[in-house]
């Protein structure tokens, strides 16, 4: 089946830094979405973008899929950005909306 | 939109006994997602439905787990009998069509004693 990396597994940062979080897969893609498991075990959908560049507020993320990539963008981040950060996607030799995710990025912002 | 909906947020069970949640999808989604979290073994995706209809069930660990979709707006997961491996924090999530993004419930904390 489908590979899902994440990098790093753990990220600590001081309140106001950027940080980018990173995640490969294995096939090509027409689905990935990140999601944040906050603190309290909610999982928020943050970005659907099996290609290209999307922002909101803070956060931005960028897919190359040719390169099988994907890039999330925290900047000037804040305490409440702590938690679980996943990638999920699904592929074209499968069924789009079944997403496999990976084992997360785990963010602690200090102040 | 109230969100996709699930109960109850916690269960507590002893061995042996029927376990049964629940999960509302956001109006006007056509596939639901049933979701088990584990610290061993993460996010895995246990079975999902279009349009009622179930389309992939691989992911059913055993035949004590089933899952119905009777209608549109209501959807359960049943482990019969339930045993403490399946501990673990079951998530339903829904979405509007393929390659969509998927809005996920708040979970059903599951222990079994």
């Known amino acids: 089946g489908i590979q899902v990396e994440q990098s790093p597994p753990d990220l600590i940062l001081q309140e106001g830094a950027n940080s980018t979080l990173r995640c490969n897969f294995s096939d090509s893609v027409n689905n990935l979405q990140w999601f944040h498991q906050n603190p309290w075990g909610q999982l928020i959908n943050l970005f659907y973008i099996p290609s290209g560049t999307k922002q909101n507020g803070r956060l931005s993320a960028t897919t190359v899929a040719t390169e099988r990539y994907s890039l999330l963008y925290i900047s000037s981040s804040q305490t409440t950005d702590s938690g679980v950060y996943f990638c999920?996607?699904?592929?074209?030799?499968?069924?789009?909306?079944?997403?496999?995710f990976g084992t997360g990025t785990r963010l602690q912002v200090t102040l | 939109d109230a969100g996709v909906i699930q109960s109850p947020r916690h269960e507590v069970t002893e061995m042996g006994q029927e376990v049964t949640l629940r999960c509302k999808p956001i109006?006007?989604?056509?596939?639901l997602f049933w979701y088990r979290q584990t610290m061993m073994r993460g996010l895995e995706l246990l079975i999902y439905?279009?349009?009622?209809?179930?389309?992939?069930d691989s992911g059913m660990p055993e035949d004590r787990f089933s899952a119905k979709m009777p209608n549109a707006s209501f959807s359960t997961l049943k482990i019969q009998p339930s045993e403490p491996r399946d501990s673990a924090v079951y998530f339903c999530?829904?979405?509007?069509?393929?390659?969509?993004?998927?809005?996920f419930g708040s979970g059903t904390r599951l222990t079994v004693t």
């Open positions: 999920a996607l699904g592929s074209y030799t499968g069924t789009a909306s079944k997403l496999t």
């Open positions: 999530a829904s979405d509007g069509a393929a390659a969509s993004p998927l809005h």
């Open positions: 109006s006007g989604h056509d596939y």
């Open positions: 439905f279009n349009n009622n209809v179930p389309i992939d």
